[in-house]
């Protein structure tokens, strides 16, 4: 399915639903669900307007759940990783929770994996 600006489509393998784009330190990053049930994978570029290549997967499925809606936050110095889960109690694709993990960036610009958490992070 392609995201399409004025002159300009972005082919998104695998893609499913849930588009983000975070930018940092001169990269582009558009984060989305992938395949079914969802993981999370991205794609990076210089320019928003690419080329783009397909980084891979950085997240597994999710507990309890089908989907992933991911987003990422910079805040003081450190950047997150907020994504939804059916972990709590009752749990489910349609009663999701919200979750928040750090994620780490690699000196070549790429994500690391993000390893999903039942503790979250620490009050900021």
Same mark, same amino acid.
């Given at each position: 399915? @392609?995201?399409?600006?004025?002159?300009? *489509? /972005?082919?998104? &393998?695998? #893609?499913? !639903?849930?588009? =983000?784009?975070?930018?940092?330190?001169?990269?582009? =990053?558009?984060? +989305?669900? +992938?395949?079914? &049930? !969802?993981? $999370?994978?991205?794609?990076?570029?210089?320019? $928003?307007?690419?080329?783009?290549? #397909?980084?891979?997967?950085?997240?597994?499925?999710?507990?309890?759940?089908?989907?992933? %809606? @991911?987003?990422? $936050?910079?805040?003081?110095?450190? *950047?997150? =990783?907020? +994504?939804?889960?059916?972990?709590?109690?009752?749990? *489910? %694709?349609?009663?999701? %929770?919200?979750?928040?993990?750090?994620?780490? =960036?690699?000196?070549?610009?790429?994500? %690391?994996? /993000?390893?999903?958490?039942?503790?979250?992070?620490? /009050?900021?």
């Amino acid at each position: 399915m @392609p995201l399409t600006r004025p002159n300009n *489509s /972005v082919e998104l &393998p695998g #893609f499913s !639903e849930g588009a =983000f784009m975070h930018k940092r330190e001169g990269w582009y =990053f558009l984060l +989305y669900g +992938y395949q079914m &049930p !969802e993981k $999370v994978a991205y794609v990076r570029s210089r320019s $928003v307007d690419g080329p783009w290549e #397909f980084m891979g997967v950085i997240v597994d499925t999710v507990e309890n759940c089908e989907t992933n %809606s @991911p987003a990422i $936050v910079d805040y003081k110095g450190n *950047s997150y =990783f907020i +994504y939804h889960n059916g972990a709590l109690t009752d749990g *489910s %694709s349609h009663r999701r %929770s919200v979750c928040i993990d750090k994620i780490y =960036f690699k000196e070549d610009g790429t994500i %690391s994996k /993000v390893y999903q958490t039942r503790e979250g992070v620490a /009050v900021l």
